[in-house]
């Protein structure tokens, strides 16, 4: 069943459940007004008549011939009952309809019941005791058809038999056209979604003008398409920046092993073209390393594991590891770091962070100085690597923490940057919930800071 027919359904449903409810609430009251008014009537010819009862000699009898009243139709009556049933007097049909045992119940306010009466005749017999010396000695009852009364409750329900369907029906239809209305923006929908594909990301849902849940369907769609779109871009990008740096030293390795087999060579020509492949070689290593760390990074935070961690301690440990390099190259590589600092986190994760930022630093500085610095706040953890290297020209900065993206390829082939350091930072650092930002100025340095929340990884533990 299509989603139109089942919301015309379900608003048929719905109105049906209304329409008998609605239907038994007004026959009820229908029922009871109109009995009320019967009673009232009878009420009335009843306390009429009473007036003209006389008591002789124990038994209740009119003081003159009463006469039926407009009220009263032709099947009705007036008549006296004593206290053993017997009828003693009355006006109209009265001789033809039995005494019911209710008669005998009879508060002195009276009492009305129903009764058929001849040929099964539905009456309404309103009973009411006759008094003398306060004592019961007889009963005086007024009877009227109901004929009128279930008439117009028949005409009642017969209206409504028809007309509940027929309101059905109708409202069938109006859902129906309702639905096929309110769903056309879906069915637009479904036909731009269904040619978009793979190859063409660029088509987008039709936005309704109606700011209702459809709108909001559209919209949110959308904007899933545009990061999905941002993502097929990347992943692109991603397989050809890898592509190409996978060529290179592959190319390199095939170059150097064909140069050496094309022509016998002495043994320190061998080793050369050996060291010079190894070289290569190492730099696809170090390349394909990175590419499998970045994809299992970006797979998600299940490669956290948190645990109580001395980060000052682990700080100390990566300077004492990347020392050597700095001062291979001259550099002075300078810490301020407390003496103990334990915080829940991923030790691992926070290393290779920090140690993708200080080999940038070395990698990228040619003379001066390098420095570490880590302060605490009442919820933050801050880490800073600073370097008074080349720095980078503004317009790079929104891009380096995109895989393979150089400021300066050729400076960097040479320095044996393969760039997916500092994307595998980013990664790293959204992992752990932190936020990483960068400050250049040309030949003066750059200063990447750590802001690690210290309350998100309590919580996570």
């Not at 009828?87 to 006006?91: E, H, L, N, P, S």
């Not at 590589?333 to 407390?338: E, F, G, R, V, W």
């Given at each position: 069943m299509t989603l139109r027919r089942r919301l015309a359904l379900v608003n048929?449903?719905?109105?049906?459940?209304?329409?008998?409810?609605?239907?038994?609430?007004?026959?009820?009251?229908?029922?009871?007004d109109l009995y009320e008014q019967l009673d009232h009537d009878l009420a009335l010819i009843g306390a009429r008549e009473l007036a003209m009862v006389k008591v002789v000699n124990g038994i209740p009898t009119f003081a003159n011939n009463s006469q039926p009243l407009p009220q009263i139709g032709l099947e009705a009556f007036i008549r006296l009952v004593d206290t053993q049933g017997r009828?003693?007097?009355?006006?109209g049909t009265y001789s033809d309809t039995p005494v019911s045992p209710q008669t005998f119940d009879a508060p002195p306010q009276g009492l009305v019941f129903n009764q058929t009466g001849r040929a099964g005749l539905a009456l309404r017999v309103y009973t009411r005791p006759v008094l003398a010396n306060n004592t019961v000695v007889?009963?005086?009852?007024?009877?009227?058809?109901?004929?009128?009364?279930?008439?117009?409750?028949?005409?009642?329900r017969r209206s409504l038999i028809f007309g509940i369907p027929l309101a059905l029906l109708i409202s069938g239809l109006i859902s129906l056209l309702t639905a096929r209305q309110a769903l056309r923006p879906l069915i637009r929908m479904t036909q731009s979604a269904a040619a978009i594909n793979a190859?063409?990301?660029?088509?987008?849902?039709?936005?309704?003008?109606a700011k209702d849940e459809v709108q909001a369907l559209a919209l949110t769609f959308n904007a899933t398409l545009d990061r999905l779109a941002a993502a097929f871009v990347r992943q692109r990008r991603f397989t050809a920046d890898a592509s190409h740096e996978l060529r290179t030293p592959v190319t390199a390795i095939l170059g150097q092993a064909e140069l050496a087999l094309s022509r016998p060579?002495?043994?320190?020509?061998?080793q050369a073209t050996l060291t010079r492949i190894r070289q290569e070689a190492e730099r696809?290593?170090?390349?394909?390393?990175?590419?499998?760390?970045?994809?299992?990074?970006?797979?998600?935070?299940?490669?956290?594991?948190?645990?109580?961690?001395?980060?000052?301690?682990?700080?100390?440990?990566?300077?004492?590891?990347?020392?050597?390099q700095a001062e291979a190259k001259g550099l002075t590589?300078?810490?301020?770091?407390?003496?103990?600092l334990i915080i829940p986190t991923d030790a691992d994760s926070l290393t290779q962070i920090l140690l993708n930022l200080l080999e940038n630093?070395?990698?990228?500085?040619?003379?001066?100085?390098?420095e570490l610095s880590l302060t605490t706040t009442d919820d933050h953890l801050r880490l800073t690597v600073s370097d008074t290297g080349q720095g980078i020209p503004p317009d790079h900065l929104p891009h380096i923490f995109q895989p393979f993206y150089r400021v300066d390829p050729s400076r960097s082939e040479n320095r044996g940057s393969v760039g997916l350091g500092l994307a595998l930072t980013y990664e790293l650092s959204r992992l752990l919930g932190a936020n990483i930002e960068v400050s250049s100025s040309l030949q003066t340095g750059t200063t990447f800071t750590l802001l690690l929340p210290l309350e998100n990884l309590k919580s996570s533990m």
């Open positions: 048929v449903v719905v109105l049906l459940i209304a329409l008998l409810l609605l239907a038994g609430i007004v026959l009820n009251q229908l029922v009871g009828i003693v007097d009355g006006v007889g009963f005086l009852q007024v009877a009227n058809e109901r004929e009128e009364v279930e008439e117009t409750l028949q005409l009642v190859q063409d990301l660029t088509a987008r849902l039709p936005v309704p003008q060579r002495d043994p320190k020509a061998y696809m290593q170090r390349l394909i390393g990175r590419m499998l760390t970045l994809a299992r990074v970006e797979t998600g935070p299940q490669l956290l594991t948190l645990a109580s961690t001395d980060v000052a301690r682990l700080v100390h440990t990566l300077v004492e590891t990347v020392t050597p590589l300078k810490a301020n770091i407390p003496d103990t630093a070395i990698t990228y500085t040619d003379q001066g100085m390098i």
